[in-house]
């Protein structure tokens, strides 16, 4: 095999490798990021973009291995977040029992939504997914009891000291790429299983995978399960880069950000919401930024209203690569080669 | 009894809120299929537009027809400009909505602030009148009558005349009115020109409803709004009007009578429970 090839097929680990060695790096990418990369505002930008990459790839299983359009993920992210946070806080137990007990909660919890929501399907399990989200964001603001901190958030106490505080941040970014890593490789596994393979057909057509002898429900539970406990580590993993839980979470506002990830990024292929997600978390922060910067404050009033708000940008961003791009960003290549095929057929 | 009286009436006139945002959504998804996101941010163009009027000493009458006329426009120009060069991908119809919808808010924050605005409530709308012992606020009289009014004029649109007549046969069989050579898509213009004109009215009321006006308002009362039209059954209108009375009496009573924010709570667990047990909605029209 010569080295092309080899390149093509694994070029994942050497890009893997750059990114665990990322936080000894000081290269300053001005511009992109603050300060150099291996500064710990850097790092912490760097580490939430990892995160909402991954969750974007874990719900993508959804919405497009599977098909399902579900309005409710939160939920699931938002049930490791918090019931971490709360084991932490409130019963006072150490971390690792705690992220264990939360991961737990968010299979239990999606395994026993999943299985109610997916008795009915298409624009109704969407709507009875975003009615359960909607509860629990309800459940979560109103703060029964005080345990949950309402609309001020829950600022997790007990973490362990090597996990807190700026010192930390590289470790921190390190388990952001671990949760990436197996995300990935779990939405990978999955979707090349024969599982897999019953996703795609029902992604395709739910009425022939019956005809075929299958029931679906069974294998959409699996997919929902599946997406909902990666939801729920990218929860707890969130819980450690922001030290506590916050009530924006649980929205369906969260929800429709991990779809606008997806659809930016190419949903349905490998990379794509990895992608989406990353740049979305990036774009959002940075415009941020920006919207606080003297370059925005000396535009006219017609140029600075819009600008000064990150959502709004996104927003237009969205609209426009629904309708310029409708592969995300993934399918880009793809096109541009065959535009350039067949530029060369004209000529 | 006058706690329950206002808790009827106040129930109702949220009711009526959310038949407003409901109605135009169950039409809209009825005949063309689409889950309308951008539907909040229809409200709160209304709602702003209302609230710019009123402030500026139009009179509140006069200022609620400037915010409908607002919201209808906008509603139109969502449909020529971003629905329908999608008419043949109906996921990306959904997807182009969902950014209006977060651009929207975004951009009336930008303008106005993220903070609530003070509505001008009229003095002839501030005041309560009694009602079997209850002292009930004018206002929540002002919404059910607005809804009722809308609820006749749609009955009658939908039932009387000629483009309500493909209206309904596109909700029930969109390829069939196409093959007998009627345009569609003039109607799919008309009803979001509807649903705008009853989102953007249902803003200005929920001003004077809660005598405020934010840019998140759009986006919750938004919620409540699809619980109401997958209730009652996607495309039907009277469906949307019976589900708004049950979910606005369930949700005021329960905020009441146990601790605030459980009405909301039973609100989409009743909804879970009936999607359950009636998959296609109380009127059976759930695709």
Redesign the interface.
């Known amino acids: 095999m010569n080295i092309p090839a080899l390149l093509r097929r694994w070029w994942p680990l050497p890009a893997l490798a750059v990114l665990v060695l990322l936080p000894y790096s000081a290269l300053p990418l001005p511009g992109l990021l603050d300060g150099p990369i291996g500064s710990p505002g850097s790092l912490q930008l760097l580490a939430l973009c990892l995160v909402f990459g991954a969750l974007a790839t874990g719900y993508d299983l959804l919405l497009g291995r599977t098909g399902l359009l579900s309005f409710g993920h939160a939920l699931y992210f938002a049930a490791g977040t918090y019931a971490t946070g709360l084991l932490l806080t409130r019963a006072g137990l150490g971390f690792w029992p705690a992220a264990g007990l939360g991961l737990l909660a968010g299979v239990a919890l999606s395994a026993l939504l999943g299985a ?2 997916l ?2 399907s ?3 399990f ?3 997914t ?3 989200a ?2 629990g964001s ?2 979560v ?2 703060d ?1 009891g005080g345990v949950t901190g309402g609309e001020e958030g829950l600022a997790a106490t007990g973490l362990p000291a090597s996990l807190v505080g700026i010192a930390h941040t590289a470790d921190l970014y390190w388990i952001a790429l671990a949760y990436l890593v197996v995300t990935l490789a779990a939405v990978q596994w999955a979707v090349r299983s024969p599982i897999g393979r019953v996703w795609e057909g029902i992604r395709e057509n739910e009425r022939r995978v019956e005809v075929l002898g299958l029931r679906p429900y069974g294998f959409k539970l699996v997919a929902f399960v599946l997406a909902g406990t990666l939801a729920a580590l990218g929860g707890v993993v969130y819980l450690l880069l922001t030290g506590g839980a916050t009530p924006q979470t649980t929205t ?2 969260f929800t ?1 950000s991990l ?2 990830m997806v ?1 930016l990024g190419g949903s349905g292929t490998r990379w794509g919401p990895l992608v989406g997600g990353v740049l979305y978390t990036w774009a959002q922060h940075r415009l941020a930024s920006l919207a606080g910067s003297g370059t925005i404050a000396g535009l006219p009033s017609v140029l600075r ?2 600008l ?5 940008l ?3 961003l ?2 426009i690569i ?2 310029a791009l ?1 592969g995300g960003v993934a399918g880009l290549p793809a096109r541009l080669r065959a535009r350039a095929v067949s530029r060369g057929a004209q000529a | 009894m006058s706690t329950v009286v206002l808790l009827g009436i106040t129930g109702l006139g949220l009711g009526a809120l959310y038949f407003l945002v409901a109605s135009g959504l169950s039409l809209i998804f009825g005949l063309m299929d689409v889950l309308n996101f951008a539907h909040g941010a229809l409200l709160s163009i209304g709602a702003y537009a209302t609230w710019w009027a009123a402030s500026h000493s139009f009179g509140f009458p006069l200022a609620l027809l400037f915010g409908t006329a607002v919201g209808t426009l906008a509603a139109v120009a969502l449909e020529l400009g971003l629905v329908r060069p999608l008419y043949r991908r109906p996921r990306e119809q959904v997807l182009a909505t969902v950014g209006v919808g977060l651009a929207v808010p975004a951009l009336l924050s930008a303008i106005w602030g993220a903070d609530a605005r003070t509505f001008p409530v009229p003095s002839a709308l501030a005041g309560t009148f009694t009602l079997l012992g209850a002292s009930v606020p004018v206002d929540r009289l002002v919404l059910v009558g607005a809804a009722l009014v809308v609820l006749l004029a749609l009955r009658l649109f939908l039932g009387r005349t000629r483009h309500g007549l493909v209206v309904r046969a596109g909700v029930e069989d969109r390829a069939m009115v196409t093959a007998l050579g009627i345009d569609v898509r003039k109607a799919f213009t008309l009803v979001f020109a509807i649903g705008g004109a009853a989102a953007a009215l249902a803003g200005g009321l929920a001003g004077l409803y809660f005598g405020s006006v934010d840019p998140t308002q759009g986006g919750s009362l938004l919620i409540f709004g699809f619980v109401v039209v997958v209730m009652g059954g996607l495309g039907s209108v009277s469906g949307a009007a019976v589900a708004c009375v049950v979910v606005g009496l369930v949700q005021q009573f329960a905020n009441y009578y146990s601790t605030a924010g459980l009405g909301d709570l039973s609100v989409v667990v009743m909804l879970a429970a009936l999607l359950l047990v009636r998959p296609s909605g109380l009127t059976g029209r759930l695709a």
């Open positions: 109610v929501s008795r009915v298409g624009i109704g969407a709507m009875v975003l009615a359960f909607q509860a309800i459940l603001q109103r029964p369906s506002d429709l779809l606008v659809v209203v819009p000064s708000q990150p959502l709004f996104l927003g237009v969205f609209v629904v309708y409708p």
